[in-house]
């Protein structure tokens, strides 16, 4: 089901990763949904300062370059950014989607028990709660 205007025929699609296994689950579903006119947006946003690391940097890099290589071949469009702005995911996944004004957001999430969630939480689950969009999840296998 399409949920942008019919008149546009596109959709812009803010993808939200953080793991090269969770781009791969991303990649393989946006490859059965993406329209030739959408325009998929792939993020990975990191805290910086010293709560990132250089491989943080590249692990994040992986992750987002993993989406845009299984989706070369389509005829989408395809564009990566990667944020190190100091914010939570979520924040930058829904200032993001306000500045390209985003149709929909597509996020991995995994199975957790209620105490993980506590503890860990969710950037899938925190985006389902603060988003004034749609938002597709994608189920992760452990």
Same mark, same amino acid.
């Given at each position: 089901?399409?949920?942008?205007?019919?008149?546009?025929?596109?959709?812009?699609?803010?993808?939200?990763?953080?793991?090269?296994?969770?781009?791969?689950? /991303?990649?393989?579903?946006?490859?059965?949904?993406?329209?030739?006119?959408?325009?998929?947006?792939?993020?990975?946003?990191?805290?910086?300062?010293?709560?990132?690391?250089?491989?943080?940097?590249?692990?994040?890099?992986?992750?987002?370059?993993?989406?845009?290589?299984?989706?070369?071949?389509?005829?989408?469009?395809?564009?990566?950014?990667?944020?190190?702005?100091?914010?939570?995911?979520?924040?930058? /996944?829904?200032?993001?989607?306000?500045?390209?004004?985003?149709?929909?957001?597509?996020?991995?999430?995994?199975?957790?028990?209620?105490?993980?969630?506590?503890?860990?939480?969710?950037?899938?689950?925190?985006?389902? /709660?603060?988003?004034?969009?749609?938002?597709?999840?994608?189920?992760?296998?452990?």
């Amino acid at each position: 089901m399409r949920l942008v205007a019919e008149e546009t025929g596109m959709t812009k699609l803010v993808v939200g990763t953080d793991a090269v296994d969770s781009s791969d689950a /991303l990649a393989e579903y946006l490859a059965k949904v993406a329209d030739p006119d959408d325009t998929v947006y792939v993020v990975n946003s990191l805290k910086g300062g010293d709560d990132t690391s250089g491989q943080d940097i590249r692990d994040g890099e992986a992750a987002i370059e993993t989406v845009a290589d299984a989706l070369a071949d389509r005829p989408v469009t395809v564009e990566t950014h990667q944020f190190v702005r100091g914010n939570q995911p979520v924040e930058d /996944l829904l200032d993001f989607a306000d500045e390209v004004d985003a149709d929909e957001f597509v996020v991995g999430i995994r199975k957790r028990t209620p105490v993980g969630k506590v503890v860990f939480g969710s950037t899938g689950q925190n985006l389902l /709660l603060g988003a004034d969009r749609p938002v597709r999840c994608v189920p992760l296998v452990e």
